[in-house]
């Protein structure tokens, strides 16, 4: 009896346990199916950290790749600025430097050259002359164009040939364009140019009361670079000295009397703000003693003789020299005394004037 009521027991668990097993057969199927939607979620939630992740290493790339081409980039523009200055396009950022403007109407060419000069004086700049259009060509254009074919040159406003030339465009001494002419096997570092965008027109123009004069045209009074004293000074046109400054009288007596290089440059720097170097010093006095080699073979016999007695009482304070002239106002005699001459007559005046000749002391 116990035996049967235990069988059957375990029949009908065994007969309710068959859909509980199916149940968890299909939740631990629907559970796997469960976890295969998890690990497919995962997977896709991977593959978006994948891509999330590779997207943001393209864009590190890509500003990397972008921070390199800036350094690409900067390094090529700093390349093409080695052995140079800046240029224009370099210091957009930059303020350029404006001067003062230059007076604009003039009656002629010497006086604007005149007022060109002080106003680089006073303004500290180095004006140079880059293109000249000769009065002839201004001439000729005119004749050849339609509208003056064929009328007489009394109908054709030409320019007067007292007017020479008829336009000149003054630059910065830095506005020079560039001519490199080098290979590139060695750098250049002493380089003025910086493409200064300062330019002057200045044309011959006829003005409201017929006249004519000089006017001023397409003027840019501004500077990519700096404007300073020091840097004026320092210009070759400006530290060096000129034909027409008055230290040339002075510059002349010492180069006449065989005066080194070094007291011809303390003079200059004592007696004026000209920089001059050494350099320009030997410079000029080569120039100076080539010069005046070319004029004594151009001089004249009687010129040649009165340079030569000039020369002989600059050599010493006790040389001295007389000129007798003839009855016929002519050059008669020339006598030299040195002042060894003249010390050896008051040391041994008996002695010298028994050795004297017919009618050249007054004693005799």
């Keep these: 009896m116990f035996q049967t009521k235990t069988l059957m027991r375990t029949t009908t668990q065994a007969l309710t346990r068959m859909p509980v097993d199916e149940e968890e057969e299909g939740g631990d199927e629907e559970g796997q199916g469960g976890d295969e939607e998890e690990w497919e979620d995962d997977e896709q939630s991977d593959r978006e950290e994948e891509c999330q992740e590779e997207n943001q290493g393209s864009s590190e790339a890509e500003s990397e790749m972008a921070g390199e081409g800036i350094d690409s ?26 001067v003062p403007g230059f007076k604009a109407q003039h009656d002629s060419w010497p006086k604007l050259e005149a007022s060109l000069q002080e106003y680089m004086e006073a303004t500290r700049q180095k004006i140079v002359i880059k293109e000249v259009i000769n009065t002839a060509r201004r001439n000729a254009e005119l004749r050849a164009q339609v509208r003056f074919r064929g009328r007489p040159d009394s109908e054709i406003p030409l320019v007067p040939a007292e007017m020479y030339p008829y336009q000149r465009k003054y630059i910065c001494t830095h506005s020079w364009s560039e001519r490199e002419r080098s290979t590139g096997k060695r750098t250049s570092h002493m380089l003025h140019r910086t493409e200064c965008p300062f330019q002057m027109l200045v044309q011959v123009t006829k003005k409201c009361d017929g006249m004519w004069g000089i006017t001023m045209k397409r003027e840019v009074f501004c500077h990519n670079h700096v404007v300073l004293e020091d840097i004026y000074r320092s210009y070759s046109g400006i530290r060096q000295v000129s034909v027409d400054s008055p230290l040339m009288p002075g510059i002349d007596l010492l180069v006449d ?21 050494m350099d320009d010093v030997g410079n000029m006095i080569r120039r100076m003693r080539n010069k005046g080699k070319f004029r004594r073979d151009e001089l004249s016999d009687n010129d040649a003789v009165a340079e030569m007695i000039i020369n002989f009482n600059l050599e010493s304070p006790m040389n001295v020299t007389s000129v007798h002239e003839n009855e016929r106002g002519g050059t008669g005699v020339i006598s030299f005394t040195s002042g060894h001459m003249r010390a050896m007559l008051d040391s041994f005046p008996e002695v010298i004037q028994m050795d004297c000749t017919h009618k050249t002391n007054q004693y005799i």
């Design 257 to 277: 009397a065989q005066a080194g290089t070094q007291s011809v440059y303390d003079y200059i720097r004592k007696n004026s703000n000209h920089r001059v170097t």
């Design 73 to 98: 980039r900067a390094q090529v523009k700093a390349k093409r600025r080695r052995g140079k200055k800046l240029s224009v396009s370099d210091v957009e950022e930059e303020a350029l430097v404006r």
